[in-house]
């Protein structure tokens, strides 16, 4: 044991200016994500101001009959679970793509160009984009129903008030704003191969596509892999700024527009109940939790090298 603490220390004391490097981040790790999670109590309280998280009466599980003993508890969840899906479907391919693009851009400028162009989106505030849409779908003087819908001699549409169009504006407007910061996550990483992978295969005849296939798409898949199991873990996660300020919280839209994250703000604002936001959001941890470790055993039975552990 004495054995033990001495090479501890020497060990610290060798790589110390790491530690403190290190310092930094684990403290705001510790403040921001962890301490936090003690209030996971109070998903299981009957919260009374007066008496404070900790005396507050116990609830057990009430706080979450809310969101599973509802009409809207079969919507919400199909709405989460297929729009986050095809999100992530679609943004991973796209991204991919649009990075395997970039990177044949050997023109440096044009190619800093496209990534700020391809960028800028997602730097957006999300009620900005819901502003730019209501321009472009404004019944009255929206550009749609007023510059591009005459042309295909379409009567105006009142894109607020029918549901069925929103699947197709909602994607294409997580596509807009999500796809470029994938892109350049994945175009770092296919700037990381090595030159003398294309060089060899140029030499053995392969063309740009064969070079895709068999060197850029294998040598980045642990990439693609690690984005994919970070946006599974939150696949119960909506992008709230998306399916709430997007929609502008149109009565009309919510059956195709509506989410956990949206029907719990709802609730949170007409209740003022913070046990029951606590008790989704802990159920929304969990499933994404359980979600990532199924999705990883299964990558690990395929390809263990490339599993997150």
């Known amino acids: 044991m004495p054995?033990?603490?001495?090479?501890?220390?020497?060990?610290?004391?060798?790589?110390?200016?790491?530690?403190?490097?290190?310092?930094?981040?684990?403290?705001?790790?510790?403040?921001?994500?962890?301490?936090?999670?003690?209030?996971?109590?109070?998903?299981?309280?009957?919260?009374?101001?007066?008496?404070?998280?900790?005396?507050?009466?116990?609830?057990?599980?009430?706080?979450?009959?809310?969101?599973?003993?509802?009409?809207?508890?079969?919507?919400?969840?199909?709405?989460t679970i297929l729009y986050n899906g095809l999100f992530i479907i679609i943004n991973l391919a796209l991204a991919v793509a649009v990075a395997i693009l970039l990177n044949e851009v050997k023109n440096r400028f044009m190619s800093r160009f496209y990534q700020s162009i391809i960028l800028l989106p997602y730097l957006i505030s999300m009620v900005i984009v819901g502003y730019l849409a209501l321009a472009m779908l404004n019944g009255e003087n929206g550009f749609f129903n007023h510059q591009v819908l005459p042309l295909f001699g379409i009567e105006p549409i009142s894109w607020y008030s029918e549901p069925?169009?929103?699947?197709?504006?909602?994607?294409?407007?997580?596509?807009?704003k999500n796809v470029g910061y994938l892109c350049i996550i994945f175009l770092a990483a296919i700037v990381g191969i090595d030159n003398e992978y294309y060089e060899a295969a140029t030499l053995d005849g392969a063309n740009k596509w064969q070079q895709i296939r068999t060197i850029t798409l294998p040598l980045l898949s642990p990439a693609i892999i690690i984005m994919a199991l970070l946006s599974i873990g939150r696949i119960f996660y909506s992008d709230f700024g998306l399916f709430y300020q997007v929609p502008l919280n149109s009565g009309p839209l919510q059956p195709t527009t509506d989410v956990i994250d949206t029907y719990v703000y709802r609730g949170l604002m007409t209740l003022g109940d913070i046990g029951m936001s606590s008790a989704a959001g802990f159920y929304q941890s969990v499933v994404g939790f359980v979600l990532v470790l199924v999705s990883n055993f299964i990558i690990r039975r395929k390809s263990p090298e490339q599993a997150l552990f």
């Open 3 to 79: 054995g033990t603490l001495h090479k501890t220390l020497k060990t610290f004391k060798r790589y110390r200016a790491l530690f403190l490097m290190v310092l930094p981040g684990m403290i705001y790790l510790i403040i921001n994500n962890y301490l936090p999670m003690f209030g996971i109590v109070i998903a299981f309280k009957n919260i009374n101001y007066r008496k404070g998280i900790f005396g507050s009466d116990w609830a057990g599980l009430k706080n979450f009959e809310y969101l599973f003993k509802t009409a809207d508890a079969w919507v919400i969840t199909r709405n």
């Open 164 to 176: 069925k169009y929103w699947p197709y504006i909602l994607t294409i407007v997580n596509i807009w």
